[in-house]
């Protein structure tokens, strides 16, 4: 892989999936074949290429704009609750404490599994 061609020919790339599968591979391929570290790749121009369009099928982002982001992942991660249980994350309103242990946190259909089972 010439990843410095790579680098040049994403350039004028529109499909930010397809860009982002680029720099998985790159970086893949200076850690493995290249053996390079973190640092390196980091400051490898052909990161630094594909990062910048990245950032560029993004519209940039500026700081104001990354706080917004930042404020909406952090509401939006929050919306979802992880049934201990099964491991699935379900909103708020479908997840409750097990009537023996409150602190548990249970979807619907593991709590009234536990409830049958209690029976």
Do not use: W
Request: hydrophobic share 35%; net charge negative.
């Amino acid at each position: 892989m010439n990843v410095y061609q790579e680098a040049l020919d994403v350039q004028d790339a529109v499909n930010l999936t397809a860009v982002s599968g680029l720099l998985n591979r790159v970086c893949k391929h200076l850690l493995r074949e290249e053996k390079l570290g973190t640092d390196a790749i980091r400051g490898h121009a052909a990161v630094t290429m594909i990062v910048d369009k990245i950032l560029d099928l993004n519209g940039r982002p500026n700081a104001q704009a990354f706080g917004h982001a930042h404020d909406t992942c952090v509401v939006k991660a929050g919306e979802l609750i992880r049934c201990e249980d099964c491991g699935e994350h379900f909103p708020k309103d479908q997840i409750r404490p097990y009537k023996f242990e409150p602190d548990v946190k249970l979807c619907d259909g593991c709590h009234d599994q536990r409830m049958e089972g209690e029976g």
